[in-house]
């Protein structure tokens, strides 16, 4: 489990794990000090028996591991009171894991020789590491590209200028275009994620929307106003530019709407005469 962070620049982490390793009170024999195992009796230490079924159209032999040894050949007459005849044992360790920087949720990471061991002196097979990264609350991963959201002001989206950006090596300067639209997007080189095993990082790309205050004091609404007039705005439809509307048109109005529902009436109640 690793936050947002951690997965960007690496982190090392303790990883208590328990694997399986030969007894040490049978040096992996699974037979109990002073005894040795023997040759199983029903396989003559083959580990594989022969089986012979009768059947209508005669009868099929096939091979099949010994029941009695489980494939091994030999048998433990008295088992280990440690590892009850298993030979294996389970061995809690604990593991210094360094994590690289740029894993992403789902990446796998092979500790060698880390797994379980064999039996009959197989060696140790490997550990795969499964990391899952928590969300940030700010920053969307898309692989080695950070994507962030950020809101501007009126006045910073007109006239332009320069502010602060949280990426996740810290606050970085970001200017802003006169002019910038919702909508816009400025790419931050280099402040991303990561390649694995590699020096270079992605991009943050930075999602601009213009925030319009809800809440204006008289003084603000007062600028607005006037700012409306310099640019030659209209914030409201003149008396003279609406339109107006005659009793014989309302009527026509009226007559067609009446017409309409009367159709659509004829329609689901059916037509006269079979039509």
Request: aromatic fraction near 4%; hydrophobic fraction near 30%; charged fraction near 25%.
């Amino acid at each position: 489990e690793l936050d947002f962070h951690e997965a960007v620049f690496g982190v090392e982490k303790k990883l208590a794990i328990k694997h399986l390793r030969p007894c040490t009170t049978c040096s992996g024999s699974g037979a109990a000090p002073g005894s040795k195992p023997v040759t199983c009796a029903g396989c003559g230490g083959h580990g594989q028996v022969r089986q012979t079924t009768s059947t209508f159209f005669g009868q099929f032999s096939q091979v099949a591991i010994c029941p009695q040894c489980s494939g091994e050949g030999t048998k433990v007459d008295k088992a280990c009171d440690a590892c009850q005849g298993k030979a294996l044992i389970r061995q809690a360790r604990t593991l210094e894991l360094k994590i690289p920087g740029g894993v992403d949720n789902g990446s796998r990471i092979r500790v060698p020789q880390e797994g379980d061991s064999g039996r009959k002196g197989v060696g140790p097979g490997d550990l795969y590491v499964i990391c899952h990264v928590r969300e940030h609350e700010k920053f969307i991963r898309e692989g080695t590209t950070i994507h962030l959201k950020q809101s501007i002001s009126p006045s910073m989206a007109a006239l332009g200028g320069e502010m602060w950006i949280e990426t996740v090596g810290g606050k970085r300067a970001l200017k802003i275009a006169a002019g910038t639209q919702t909508g816009t997007i400025q790419v931050m080189k280099h402040e991303g994620v990561p390649f694995l095993n590699s020096e270079r990082r992605g991009d943050q790309q930075v999602h601009i929307f213009v925030e319009v205050p809800t809440k204006l004091s008289d003084e603000e609404k007062q600028l607005f106003k006037q700012l409306s007039e310099l640019r030659g705005e209209k914030l409201a439809i003149p008396e003279s530019e609406r339109p107006t509307s005659s009793s014989k048109d309302d009527k026509d109005d009226k007559k067609d709407h009446q017409s309409i529902f009367d159709a659509i009436a004829g329609v689901f109640k059916g037509k006269p005469n079979g039509e």
